[in-house]
T-cell receptor, first 115, second 113 residues
């Protein structure tokens, strides 16, 4: 079974631009979560989508948004990019069927650099 | 708010030896789940082991085992027979299930021949 895939793997943008990152979950997984990883703040939760609805949201400004499609693929959008948005963005998927067995599996990440 | 603390920024071990990585957490919940993830230089986050708080038995996965002390809110990872491929950042994480993962700051494990 294929793992979580993320595209693109690397992105370079300039301040003020917007960017869209994509995540395809493991086949059968219906939940997709996004995390931001930076040297200063570590790993921080952005949001989770399940059945095309945002279920959980982290403490990030409204410039960060996402959506999920009917095939469970998810996109994350960051508008008006700032230098501080430079980070590794990780996507994780899970079945979200049984709390006692639910485990998140991560993709390889998208490295975003804002100049 | 739940917090996860990894007090060892870096640990070193020789091949074939055993090393233990520490993790403590703070929560008022009774039902939760703990994880260890490994992040090698490729940056791909890989699940190492999972522990359910309601289970008293410590989880094991081949050379990896945990020491889960619920009362002390401690969740350490023991790696036996260390291999060069074990070199990576190790993150301890907490979740109440179907919720966000809360990560510690990580421990860098160095493995020498």
């Amino acid at each position: 079974k294929a793992g979580v895939t993320q595209t693109p793997r690397y992105l370079i943008k300039t301040r003020g631009q917007q960017v869209t990152l994509s995540c395809s979950p493991i086949s059968g997984h219906r939940s997709v979560s996004w995390y931001q990883q930076t040297p200063g703040q570590g790993l921080q939760f952005l949001f989770e989508y399940f059945s095309e609805t945002q279920r959980n949201k982290g403490n990030f400004p409204g410039r960060f948004s996402g959506r999920q499609f009917s095939n469970s693929r998810s996109e994350m959008n960051v508008s008006t990019l700032e230098l501080g948005d430079s980070a590794l963005y990780l996507c994780a998927s899970s079945y979200r069927l049984d709390k006692s067995t639910d485990t998140q599996y991560f993709g390889p990440g998208t490295r975003l650099t804002v100049l | 708010a739940q917090t996860v603390t990894q007090s060892q920024p870096e640990m070193s071990v020789q091949e074939a030896e055993t090393v233990t990585l520490s993790c403590t957490y703070d929560t008022s919940e009774s039902d939760y789940y703990l994880f260890w993830y490994k992040q090698p230089p490729s940056r791909q986050m890989i699940l190492v082991i999972r522990q359910e708080a309601y289970k008293q038995q410590n989880a094991t996965e081949n050379r990896f085992s945990v020491n889960f002390q619920k009362a002390a809110k401690s969740f350490s990872l023991k790696i036996s027979d260390s291999q060069l491929g074990d070199a990576a950042m190790y993150f301890c994480a907490y979740s109440t299930g179907f919720q966000k993962l809360v990560f510690g700051t990580g421990t860098r494990l160095l493995v020498s021949p």
